[in-house]
């Protein structure tokens, strides 16, 4: 359409300067006739020269976009190797967050044994103290039985002389 227009537009444009300009042998129609033939050749020359420069901006647009493409892929893989290497850097960190995990666990393991260790002996010397404090109560409450026994002991006998003196008497 855009070459339609272009040779229409030189055509009228030669139709009418042929009419302005007269050369003497040459009858208006061969002056017009000249003009078109001169015109059609220019706007075929004019069309031909439109499809190099579509031609070779068509070829400079594919380099841009192979080369864009190109980038594209670099930077894609750049970005890849960079997540792979994040997620590298991630699961070696959370090896040392569990290494350490498991270093304060053990070290809590043994604390809380040392602390039953510890709670475990005070509780055998309570036990020990309350045995001999309950062994040292128990021996002086029979000290103070047999104390007790040999004072009932000594009533009875006087009881009984006391009786024994009344049944003399």
Same mark, same amino acid.
């Given at each position: 359409m855009r070459k339609s227009l272009i040779f229409l537009f030189i055509s009228l444009l030669g139709i009418t300067i042929s009419g302005c300009e007269q050369r003497q042998g040459e009858g208006p129609a061969e002056r017009a006739g000249k003009k078109i033939d001169a015109a059609a050749e220019k706007a075929g020359e004019t069309a031909k020269q439109a499809a190099e420069t579509a031609k070779d901006t068509a070829k400079a647009a594919a380099e841009v976009t192979a080369k864009a493409a190109e980038k594209t892929g670099?930077?894609?893989? !750049?970005?890849?190797?960079?997540?792979?290497? *994040?997620?590298r850097n991630t699961a070696e960190a959370a090896k040392g967050t569990a290494k350490a995990a498991a270093q304060v666990t053990v070290k809590a393991a043994e604390k809380t044994g040392e602390v039953v260790k510890e709670a475990t002996q005070n509780t055998a010397e309570a036990a020990k103290d309350a045995a001999a404090a /309950? /062994?040292?109560?128990?021996?002086?409450?029979?000290?103070? *039985?047999?104390? *007790?026994?040999?004072?009932?002991? !000594?009533?009875?006998q006087k009881s009984g002389e006391a009786v024994q003196q009344k049944a003399t008497q």
């Amino acid at each position: 359409m855009r070459k339609s227009l272009i040779f229409l537009f030189i055509s009228l444009l030669g139709i009418t300067i042929s009419g302005c300009e007269q050369r003497q042998g040459e009858g208006p129609a061969e002056r017009a006739g000249k003009k078109i033939d001169a015109a059609a050749e220019k706007a075929g020359e004019t069309a031909k020269q439109a499809a190099e420069t579509a031609k070779d901006t068509a070829k400079a647009a594919a380099e841009v976009t192979a080369k864009a493409a190109e980038k594209t892929g670099e930077v894609v893989k !750049e970005a890849a190797q960079n997540t792979a290497e *994040a997620a590298r850097n991630t699961a070696e960190a959370a090896k040392g967050t569990a290494k350490a995990a498991a270093q304060v666990t053990v070290k809590a393991a043994e604390k809380t044994g040392e602390v039953v260790k510890e709670a475990t002996q005070n509780t055998a010397e309570a036990a020990k103290d309350a045995a001999a404090a /309950t /062994t040292t109560a128990t021996g002086k409450a029979l000290e103070k *039985a047999g104390e *007790a026994l040999q004072k009932s002991g !000594e009533a009875v006998q006087k009881s009984g002389e006391a009786v024994q003196q009344k049944a003399t008497q």
